[in-house]
């Protein structure tokens, strides 16, 4: 108990804990614990760092005066404050200890302390003995004196009285020795529950009394059989592979077999309690045997993936086969069916949590699952990656908010308590890795994974605590890792005594078969024949897998997905993207119309007014308007609109205004939320302040919905920095690695501006990089209409390609950058512009641009009245179609002889790198010139200077129109 006071007395998060002990002691300082007592007793210490527990006795050492507390208050002034400043902080200004007497502290009333107040004394000394304060310790701290440790390396803490009305559910009357040994068993043993810091007492409640009743009840034969089965088969799997590929990594999963019932349990709990689906997340640790034994997928598909069956087709693609996803129709054994996704996960740890969470939340809405029950989230987490990850804060917090909950995640970690070569005290500040998830007050289970009989109970009552709260719940499993990181490293190099011990360590299947043979629920017979028969089965598929010609192949683009496509097409594919005029004046209309009473900002008054004005083709176009028409187009024809991002219903740049707010009731209006009765669904979320974890979660959404336009918005287009490892190992190569195609659009602001490093530049030549075999499309458009041609063919086309949009900030209300409703109304999308207005006889140089450098140039020429010069667009920058720039360029201009590239980005960024070798390509044996026009080379996007910004731009400007 000391060991457990001590490290009590380091942890911030005890203050409670503390404050309750303090609370005895003023109704009761003879009952509490003397070691307590002389801390309490006492001011501060004399300062020589020792610490209750260090060895000192309590009163004659650890830096307190030895004298009798009676001999103190005798030297001391009657009523003395307790610090001789005044101030109560327990310093006299003497600087010599004074110390406070029970004496001297009226003693609070007994009737004023609530229940459950935690005293640390000895009940049976009690006058009248009361179990609540020993209920509560056990419910509020028992998971620190709980069993968790298989290896035994976690340093834990170590009466005949008939108690009437114990508090404890399921146990009106005992002895006292009967409620400690049943509230060590419930609390304290192979289970601990944190959830005290839940402060819904309605939700503690449920659940101590669903821990109290259910916990230690008796499982049924035929469950714990089929648990020791799975195990068996999950273990023996393990040390099949290891037996037939060793040294190949597989990230194996012994230690923690415990996890492949733990799944089997959770999915079958939740399909009892209404889900039809489930998705599941988890890192490379035993996804191999989660594949085999959860998903089923053939095992000689995976030993396939060992043999490399047919390398040839996984040249330039594909990934490695603990990254793999599969999906399957998979029955309980209750004979409840549920589709269960495994999301195909990269190598960055956690990061496919959001991407799983937004996968859950577009097939709740695809079911019309409102209320969050038949599809649920399972993500699986190592310990020091829930710990270390901060995309697990990033998802954790989506779980209540409006556009992101899901009715709860269930989250189990394979805690190895180890993290590739570093120790628990390297990897993190608290006492668990799970810590971090508080913040949700949700319930957390530690459970000792060699006691499978309890994770099945824990399991059971966390899926029944996820369907009554809609909440996160979070199970972790302590076990251990018997090799390295992976099959390759030595961990006996950084953990050799934990490994010693691992290696005299009985398996988690072993211990568990022994149970069940003591306890005659099986024999060593049954449990021979489980091992044989596996073992057997895994032969024939290696055998299978040997004889196999072809490399397995996972079907995709199944499903909702029938219909659409992706791969590298030889020619651009046009769609059909016209609105009729008066679809468009209708749906302009709809959005000036506001509920009745409703008051708007004046200023957003006026600007529905103009709105209107635009509708009636009275007022040219803006961007905003252009946008929302898109959107409205879209909803008018059934298809759903989904955007987030921070402040994306007004807009970084205040032009978008979809949602209006009432100043006098603070009542919200989505302005394209009544365009038509039977129109698409429309949800537009202001996101929090995350980049990552929100792009992973509508990345997510995307793979779910192939058929709405899916949308997320960077604050400014540096933002999407925060998102890299979603843009990288998701979003740029999920059709390569694993076919996985998806429509999501990225608005990422992107100018010039004299706004300073941080906010001109969205990192255009970094997408531009990563652009290859036609995975993505990027594009810049320049005018309205573009914009709204541009989104109706992102999910009018079949081609299903994520899209990457710079968009504008100072061209949202530039009178140049306008359109008009006709162009709307029978325009196209065309991905190169070229210049209508000059005259190809006269033409003998062409400068390109993307962006908004064009108005600039456009301005200029217009101001040198130099009609030699042309000027042409790339609004879509990639996929990179020669023909069309060639078209606008070196076949369009029979006296071209110059050709620039003009951007406002330095030289090595931008696309002026992605530009020159295509143009050059297309300038082939011709005697024209290439030359590139931008900022000099830079380690920094931008000045912050907006007087150097404007002398960087007349620079560009002139070098661009300069004659030698």
Not at 66 to 81: K, Q
Not at 571 to 600: K, Q
Request: aromatic share 6%.
């Amino acid at each position: 108990m000391a060991a457990m006071v001590r490290d009590l007395l380091e942890l911030g998060s005890s203050l409670g804990f503390l404050d309750e002990i303090s609370d005895g002691f003023l109704q009761q300082p003879d009952a509490v614990d003397p070691s307590w007592r002389a801390l309490l007793t006492d001011g501060a210490g004399s300062g020589d760092g020792a610490r209750p527990g260090d060895g000192a006795r309590p009163g004659d050492g650890n830096g307190r005066s030895a004298m009798p507390a009676e001999t103190r208050a005798e030297r001391e002034p009657s009523g003395a404050p307790s610090g001789g400043d005044g101030r109560g902080n327990g310093q006299p200004s003497n600087g010599r200890s004074q110390a406070i007497t029970a004496q001297q502290i009226a003693p609070r009333d007994a009737s004023s302390v609530r229940p459950g107040v935690v005293t640390m004394s000895p009940i049976a000394a009690q006058a009248t003995p009361s179990v609540w304060p020993l209920v509560n310790a056990y419910r509020s701290r028992g998971h620190f004196n709980a069993r968790l440790d298989p290896l035994g390396l976690l340093e834990t803490a170590r009466l005949e009285r008939v108690i009437e009305a114990t508090g404890i559910h399921g146990l009106p009357s005992a002895t006292l020795a009967e409620v400690l040994a049943h509230l060590r068993s419930v609390y304290a043993d192979t289970v601990g529950l944190e959830y005290m810091h839940i402060t819904s007492p309605a939700r503690r409640s449920w659940l101590a009394e669903r821990m109290e009743t259910q916990l230690r009840a008796p499982l049924p034969a035929e469950t714990r059989i089929r648990m020791l089965a799975l195990a068996i088969n999950a273990e023996q799997f393990e040390r099949f592979c290891h037996t037939k590929y060793p040294g190949t990594k597989r990230f194996s999963l012994e230690g923690g077999e415990g996890l492949i019932p733990v799944l089997d349990a959770v999915l079958s709990h939740a399909a009892r309690l209404g889900a039809i689906e489930a998705v599941l997340g988890l890192s490379h640790r035993g996804r191999l045997a989660t594949l085999e034994q959860i998903l089923r997928r053939p095992g000689r598909d995976l030993f396939a993936q060992f043999e490399d069956v047919e390398p040839e087709k996984a040249m330039g693609g594909g990934d490695v086969k603990y990254h793999l996803g599969f999906s399957t129709d998979r029955a309980d054994a209750n004979g409840h069916v549920m589709y269960v996704s495994l999301a195909f996960n990269p190598r960055h740890l956690e990061a496919v949590d959001s991407v799983v969470v937004g996968h859950v939340r577009a097939k709740q809405i695809r079911h019309g699952d409102f209320e969050h029950r038949r599809v649920v989230g399972v993500l699986v987490h190592g310990d020091a990656a829930f710990a270390g990850q901060g995309l697990v804060p990033e998802t954790l917090q989506l779980s209540g908010l409006p556009g992101y909950r899901t009715g709860g995640t269930i989250h189990v970690i394979v805690n190895n308590q180890v993290g590739f070569t570093a120790s628990p005290a390297e990897q993190r500040s608290t006492p668990y890795c799970t810590d971090v998830a508080k913040m949700l007050e949700c319930p957390i289970w530690h459970v000792n994974g060699e006691d499978i009989d309890a994770l099945a109970r824990v399991v059971e009552i966390a899926c029944e605590y996820r369907a009554q709260f809609a909440s996160d719940v979070v199970i972790d499993m302590y076990c251990f890792r018997k090799y390295g990181h992976n099959e390759m490293d030595e961990p006996g190099f950084t953990q050799p005594l934990m490994y010693e011990r691992i290696k005299q360590k009985a398996s988690p299947v072993e211990v568990y078969a022994r149970l069940l043979v003591e306890q005659g629920a099986a024999s060593p017979d049954d449990i021979a024949a489980m091992t044989q028969r596996r073992i057997a089965e895994l032969d024939a598929e290696l055998e299978a897998a040997r004889a196999a010609k072809q490399r397995p192949d996972a079907p995709s683009m199944t499903a909702m997905w029938r219909g659409y496509r992706g791969g590298i097409l030889e020619h651009p594919e046009d769609t059909d993207t016209r609105v009729p005029r008066t679809v468009l004046e209708h749906i302009a209309a709809s959005m000036a119309e506001l509920p009745p009473g409703f008051a708007p900002h004046p200023k957003i008054e006026r600007l529905i007014e103009q709105r209107a004005q635009m509708g009636r083709g009275e007022r040219p176009i803006d961007w905003g308007m252009a946008e929302l028409l898109a959107y409205g187009s879209l909803l008018h024809q059934r298809i759903n609109v989904r955007m987030s991002g921070q402040d994306c219903s007004r807009g970084t740049f205040s032009h978008r205004h979809a949602i209006i707010t009432d100043i006098k009731t603070g009542l919200e209006h989505l302005v394209l939320g009544h365009i038509h009765h039977e129109q698409g669904l429309c949800r537009i979320f202001d996101s929090p302040l995350s980049e990552a974890g929100v792009l992973g979660f509508e990345f997510g959404y995307s793979l779910d919905y192939p058929d709405c336009l899916v949308i997320w918005e960077a604050q400014f287009g540096d933002f999407a920095n925060g998102a890299q490892v979603i843009i990288d190992q998701f979003i740029i190569s999920s059709e390569d690695k694993w076919k996985r195609l998806s429509g999501i659009v990225l608005f990422l602001p992107h100018g010039y501006e004299g706004q300073g490093p941080e906010h001109s530049s969205a990192r255009l030549e970094r997408y531009l990089q990563s652009c290859a075999e036609h995975n993505i499309q990027v594009a810049q458009p320049t005018t309205p209409a573009q914009m709204f041609h541009l989104l109706r063919s992102q999910v009018l086309c079949p081609v299903r390609k994520p899209l990457v949009v710079m968009t504008p900030k100072s061209l949202l209300r530039l009178p140049a950058a306008a359109s008009t409703l006709d162009e709307l109304a029978t325009g196209r999308y065309r991905r190169v512009l070229d210049d209508e207005a000059a005259d190809p006889a006269t033409v003998t140089r062409v400068v390109l641009c993307t962006g908004k450098i064009y108005y600039e140039l456009a301005d200029e020429r217009a101001r040198r009245a130099d009609a030699t010069i042309a000027i042409v667009r790339l609004e879509t920058l990639y996929p990179w179609w020669p023909h069309l720039v060639a078209a606008a360029t070196v076949e369009r201009y029979s006296r071209l002889a110059e050709v620039f590239w003009v951007q406002d980005e330095p030289s090595n960024m931008g696309a002026a790198q992605f530009v020159a070798p295509r143009v050059q390509a297309l300038l082939g044996g011709r005697p024209i010139t290439y030359e590139l026009i931008s900022r000099a080379e830079s380690a920094s996007p931008a000045t912050g200077s907006h007087r150097a910004h404007v002398i960087e731009q007349h620079e560009i400007l002139a070098r661009a129109f300069a004659r030698t």
